[in-house]
């Protein structure tokens, strides 16, 4: 897909904001929805989308709501770091599916980095994480919010 194109309303992420697919929540506001990535590379990937912007891409974002969405990221990252005590914390965002965008509604991965290595993501064979795992991490890093 290129970095062209239409929102698709039935994407993942827009089915997760109405409630037509689960997720782990992590942290939520009027603007902003934190959640535990079921495909993540470590422990702790969480995923950041804006709940009212149909931004495709970081290209697409309103400046506003692109705010918004950092404001959350960073109180992620920071409650992932006291929850989790990770060597470091990669922030990433990608545009388009040549870079490895799949899912086509703008979000911000969080992923705490470890002494080991990450695991590949979604569709390039990490494998999907176990639901009460993820519950788990989320409590963890809800407590440090």
Same mark, same amino acid.
Not at 84 to 93: A, F
């Given at each position: 897909? !290129? ?11 827009? $089915?997760?904001?109405?409630? /037509?697919? =689960?997720?782990?929540? %992590?942290? /939520?506001? /009027?603007n ?5 990535? #079921?495909? =993540?590379?470590? $422990?702790?990937?969480?995923l950041v989308?804006h ?11 309103? =400046? ?7 404001? !959350? #990221?960073? *109180?992620?990252?920071?409650?992932? $770091? ?16 040549? %870079?490895?965008?799949? %899912?086509?509604? &703008?979000? %911000?991965?969080?992923?705490? *980095?470890? *002494?080991?290595? &990450?695991? =590949?993501? +979604? ?5 999907? +994480?176990?639901?009460? /795992? ?8 809800? +407590?440090?919010?």
């Amino acid at each position: 897909m !290129s970095l062209e194109g239409n929102y698709d309303p039935d994407n993942i992420f827009a $089915k997760i904001l109405r409630g /037509e697919m =689960p997720c782990v929540r %992590v942290y /939520e506001d /009027e603007n902003t929805l934190g959640f535990m990535d #079921v495909f =993540p590379q470590s $422990k702790g990937h969480m995923l950041v989308i804006h709940t009212r912007d149909t931004a495709r891409n970081f290209l697409d974002v309103n =400046p506003d709501a692109l705010a918004h969405i950092m404001s !959350s #990221v960073q *109180k992620l990252a920071r409650a992932a $770091k006291t929850a989790l005590n990770p060597d470091g914390i990669i922030i990433s965002q990608y545009n388009g599916a040549p %870079v490895g965008q799949s %899912v086509f509604h &703008l979000h %911000v991965h969080i992923i705490p *980095k470890y *002494k080991v290595d &990450l695991k =590949p993501h +979604a569709n390039k064979g990490g494998g999907m +994480a176990d639901m009460d /795992e993820l519950g788990a991490l989320a409590a963890q890093i809800m +407590a440090a919010l």
